[in-house]
Structure formats: C-alpha cells, structure tokens
C-alpha cells in the first residue's frame, strides 16, 4: 500500500472516532446510529421503489430501518444517501416542518458516506465504529451566516476565509463544517504536504465527470 493511501486511512481512523464523540446537535450514540443507517440505507426496499418512480413522492412507505432514530431523521438519511439528485425544496421545508431543526440536519449530513465509498472503492470492509462517548450535544452554532437563497443560512466565509459555496454550505454548524471538510481534505489530496500526481485542473476534471455520472449536485 502506497504511503498516501495508508496516511489517508490512517485519517479517516481518526474520522471514524470522532463520530464516536458528542457533537453540537446530536449525542454521540446517534452519530454512530447515522453512520450506521447511511450504511445500511441502499438497501432500502421503499427507496428503491421510489427511484423506479418518476417522482420520489410517488411511493410512500416506511423506510427499512433500526428504529433508534426519529423517523425524519430516518428519511433525511435515506433521502441524500439513495436520492440526493432529486432532492426538492419542498422535500426540504417538509423535513423541517415534520420537526427536523436546520442545525441538526447540517450535523446530520456530515456523515461518513465519503469514509465508507473509500472503502467500498477498494473492496474493504467499513471502518469500525468506536464505542460512543458520554455527553450531551452542545447546540453551538453560527450567527456569522447570510441567506443567500439557499436552503439553509450559509457561512459568510467557509474555513480559511474562501467564499466558495461548496466550503460555506454547511457553516450554520461549525463543528460539522470542520467534520466535514476534515473527512473529505484527505480523500481529495491523499495525502497533505506531497506532491499529488494530478494537477488541480485534472483533479476538478475527473470530480466535474464523476459527480455527473452520479447526478450530483456539485
């Protein structure tokens, strides 16, 4: 295994025990509980019903599930996971209206599915989980974020001051911006600090094709 591949394993380790701590809105047995139901979620019987339809809303049912999370949560978890290209704003402001609060949903979505499509990518097992901590979440969020006509407030700069909106989306949580960005950083340059053997334009090229092929929003 190249030193690159291992450092950025090494680092989605440490990834995975943090999903183990408390975060800001949700304890840290529920982030496990996510992790565990965004591994589970394709094989979802409802959703894959929903895809075959033209409209997700078309099928109604109750997701195949553990039972340990709120069923919003459940459905936001299946929805991005399974379906994110046909994600509504009105899908969006249902969720919220069904009881899901906007900080808890950005902490949610920072989940380990950038982790785990590493592992598949290399037909590994998924990382283990650690056995969560105790603690109570500590609701921290931003008030430096702006509505821009996006679903959620976003930040008004995204960590090291970019004004990327892919950086800014999830600011409203600080704590699940960094999470995040700390997940994705080493799967995108593998490794910090070495020479990658793509330069950025390639890198974007292979990305823009990939989230294409995948209906992706980026």
């Given at each position: 295994?190249?030193?690159?591949?291992?450092?950025?394993?090494?680092?989605?380790r440490?990834?995975?025990?943090?999903?183990?701590q408390?975060?800001?809105?949700?304890s840290?047995?529920?982030?496990?509980?996510?992790?565990?139901e965004?591994?589970?979620?394709?094989?979802?019987q409802?959703?894959?019903a929903?895809?075959?339809?033209?409209?997700?809303e078309?099928?109604?049912?109750e997701?195949d599930?553990?039972g340990r999370?709120?069923?919003i949560?459940v459905?936001?978890?299946?929805?991005?996971?399974?379906d994110s290209?046909?994600?509504?704003?009105?899908?969006?402001?249902?969720?919220?209206?069904?009881?899901?609060?906007?900080e808890?949903?950005v902490?949610?979505?920072?989940?380990?599915?950038?982790?785990?499509?590493?592992?598949?990518a290399?037909?590994?097992?998924?990382?283990?989980?650690?056995?969560?901590?105790?603690g109570?979440?500590?609701?921290?969020?931003s008030d430096?974020?702006?509505?821009?006509?996006?679903?959620?407030?976003?930040?008004e700069?995204?960590i090291?001051?970019?004004?990327a909106?892919?950086t800014r989306?999830?600011?409203?949580?600080?704590s699940?911006?960094?999470l995040?960005f700390d997940?994705?950083?080493?799967?995108?340059?593998?490794?910090?600090?070495?020479?990658?053997s793509?330069?950025?334009?390639?890198?974007?090229?292979?990305?823009?094709?990939?989230?294409?092929v995948?209906?992706c929003?980026?």
């Open positions: 295994m190249s030193p690159s591949i291992e450092a950025t394993r090494a680092r989605h440490e990834i995975v025990a943090r999903f183990a408390t975060g800001s809105w949700w840290a047995v529920d982030r496990n509980v996510i992790v565990e965004t591994r589970s979620a394709p094989d979802c409802l959703c894959r929903r895809r075959a339809e033209l409209s997700p078309a099928v109604t049912g997701h599930n553990s999370l709120p069923p949560a459905e936001v978890i299946h929805a991005v996971r399974n290209g046909r994600l509504t704003r009105r899908w969006f402001d249902h969720v919220v209206d069904m009881g899901m609060q906007e808890a949903y902490e949610l979505v920072a989940s380990a599915v950038i982790i785990d499509t590493d592992s598949q290399k037909d590994r097992q998924f990382l283990e989980l650690e056995v969560p901590a105790r109570f979440p500590d609701f921290i969020r430096a974020v702006v509505d821009v006509g996006a679903w959620l407030p976003v930040a700069r995204g090291t001051g970019s004004t909106h892919i989306s999830l600011g409203l949580v600080p699940a911006l960094k995040f997940t994705f950083e080493p799967s995108y340059y593998m490794q910090e600090g070495k020479a990658f793509l330069d950025h334009d390639q890198v974007e090229l292979v990305a823009s094709r990939v989230s294409t995948n209906q929003f980026y």
